[in-house]
């Protein structure tokens, strides 16, 4: 779902997925410059600031109503990590569902998955929602030749890029009073030998796991004044098995717990005007990183924090086709020092088919807590290092030529500032995060959507960009200049719903120095609705197809500094058959 959306691009080490988006993705940087909520929920961690964006994320679709994407700066509203996207995954409530949907697949590499969600309304006044998702993959046999020789399996990984998840929400709603909670678990098999592993022990994987929770209100206070408040709390664990020789593994693990609070006031002076004020504490309780080496050497180190942040936003509509948004956050983290983000838009509407919108952000990302403020075998602390901060100035044009027929085109230029990466030692043993250099990068995003009256639809993306290191002007890593899309969908032809999309990437440099090759992936979907034609009970019954890289196209990406691969090789032919059933 991400990748259709224009310039994303996605990547997976065989460990987690990667986002990037704008020409920007550091190998191994876990997410952190993308804030990812889940109904307004951040679900960024506390410790290293990472977040899922996919089968990390396991989330049952049949539970989502919307995914709200904003490009671009976003820590005028959200704090740290907010330097690309805010992504906010938008759950049903129980009367969207209003029954109850089971269902089950099996897919490539011996996937098996199954899910539930139930909703229903409690009366007029409120409502609730369950869902879960359960995945099961053995995954499939991988060729590294960089392993290939007769030590190494001759370079084959077999039956270790396995992966078991498993997931659950729910909501309940009365009277503008909802909680809601969710727990992630995913264990993974690493196939790729990284952190200098030996090459096909099965022992090697990682497992992640998120509980939260949160209680929220909201309310309408006269006519000109709304207010909402929500209290929050979450845990996070990681943990990993590291196995370098065939006697006893490395073990490492950390995790973070965390309660807060956030409150907003929306007042409406007058019909013309706007004002947005907004505070938020986190308190995190537990901020830390263990080590036990095979020898039983142990390491541990705990840094936690406290974030204060305050910001307002006002929305002035200075004629009646001309609007004026400015805003300003304050940031005061206890480990680190102040951070101050501005916000200014123009948003020009010429006519009913045109919108213009002129605007300038900055974001930044406050040094994590393992890049900053531990120290064990792996981690060296650095309390020099110095917040990531960017810069963006953006034109955007939405035209609506004709009824079925929307354009949009998005300039931009951007800046980071004090890029944050790490620095291994001589023996790779152990790591440094520092300030090594500035980001410039500037590109250009098209967009077009057919959309007639009748049972087609179709869209076409294209992003062109470029990403420079200062002062070496070489151009960024993982970092593709051309990223394209062209979907085509029919959404009802006698029940059938195919749809099909090809998606080209050009090259990236790896942190090598050599390049990956540009590639063009064509992925299928088929869902079939129309049972009830066969028989009647089969009514609300859905079979659907999912065909990813259905020529099986051979493709890379780049590694990270953990890994002797300079690129990684990406999927093959998958698919994934599920049969839904709505009561």
């Known amino acids: 779902m991400l990748e259709s959306v224009r310039g994303f ?69 959200y704090g740290t990590s907010a330097m690309f996207a805010v992504i906010n995954i938008v759950t049903k409530n129980g009367q969207e569902i209003d029954g109850v949907i089971v269902g089950g697949g099996v897919g490539s590499g011996r996937m098996r998955q199954g899910s539930m969600a139930v909703g229903h309304s409690i009366g007029t006044r409120g409502s609730y929602s369950l869902s879960g998702l359960i995945t099961h993959s053995d995954g499939s046999d991988l060729y590294f030749p960089e392993y290939d020789t007769p030590e190494t399996q001759f370079g084959v990984a077999r039956g270790l890029d396995w992966e078991r998840s498993v997931s659950g929400l729910g909501s309940i709603t009365w009277d503008g009073l909802t909680a809601r909670g969710g727990y992630v678990s995913r264990d993974k098999g690493i196939p790729t030998g990284a952190f200098g592993t030996a090459f096909g022990d099965p022992r090697t994987q990682s497992h992640d796991e998120t509980l939260w929770g949160d209680l929220s209100m909201q309310r309408q206070l006269g006519g000109s004044y709304r207010f909402s408040a929500r209290v929050y709390a979450d845990r996070y664990r990681n943990s990993g098995v590291w196995a370098y020789d065939a006697g006893p593994v490395d073990t490492d693990g950390g995790g973070s717990t965390d309660v807060g609070g956030e409150a907003m006031v929306v007042w409406d002076p007058s019909s013309r005007d706007r004002f947005t004020i907004g505070t938020e504490f986190r308190h995190v309780m537990q901020a830390e990183y263990h080590e036990r080496l095979a020898d039983g050497s142990v390491a541990s180190d705990d840094a936690p924090f406290d974030v204060m942040s305050v910001f307002v936003q006002n929305e002035l509509q200075l004629v009646p086709r001309l609007k004026l948004v400015t805003g300003l956050r304050f940031d005061h983290n206890s480990l680190t020092r102040h951070a101050l983000t501005p916000r200014l838009a123009l948003l020009v509407t010429p006519d009913s088919r045109t919108t213009l919108k002129l605007l300038y952000g900055s974001a930044f990302r406050a040094p994590s807590v393992a890049e900053a403020d531990l120290t064990t075998f792996y981690y060296t602390r ?112 006698n029940g059938f719903r195919p749809a099909v999309t090809i998606r080209y990437e050009s090259g990236r440099r790896t942190l090598t120095g050599s390049s990956t090759p540009a590639f063009a992936r064509a992925d299928l979907n088929v869902a079939f609705e129309s049972f009830d034609r066969i028989a009647s009970w089969l ?7 999912r065909v990813t890289n259905a020529f099986n196209a051979t493709y890379f990406s780049p590694g990270g500094v953990e890994h002797r691969q300079a690129a990684i090789a990406q999927d093959g032919r998958t698919f994934l058959l599920r049969l839904d059933r709505r009561f």
């Not at 009514?539 to 197809?545: F, G, I, K, N, P």
């Open 9 to 77: 691009y996605v990547i997976n080490d065989r460990n987690y997925p990667y986002l990037g988006t704008r020409g920007f993705s550091r190998p191994t940087d876990y997410n952190d410059r993308i804030l990812v909520l889940v109904d307004g929920h951040t679900m960024n961690e506390q410790v290293w600031g990472s977040t899922g964006i996919g089968t990390d994320l396991p989330i049952n679709l049949d539970a989502v109503e919307r995914i709200e994407i904003v490009r671009g700066p976003g820590s005028v509203l």
């Open 382 to 493: 650095n309390p020099g290092l110095k917040a990531e901060r960017a810069q963006t100035v953006e034109l955007e044009i939405q035209r609506r030529i004709a009824a079925p027929l929307l354009f949009g085109v998005s300039l931009y230029e951007y800046r980071v500032e004090d890029l944050i990466d790490p620095l291994l030692s001589e023996d790779g043993a152990s790591q440094q995060f520092r300030n090594v250099a500035n980001v410039a990068a500037y590109g250009a995003e098209f967009q077009m959507e057919v959309m007639p009256a009748g049972p087609f639809s179709g869209r076409a993306t294209y992003a062109v960009q470029r990403a420079e290191t200062e002062p070496s002007d070489e151009s960024l890593t993982n970092s593709p200049a051309h990223v394209a899309t062209l979907s085509a969908a029919v959404h009802d032809w």
């Open 539 to 545: 009514r609300d019954t859905r079979l659907s197809l």
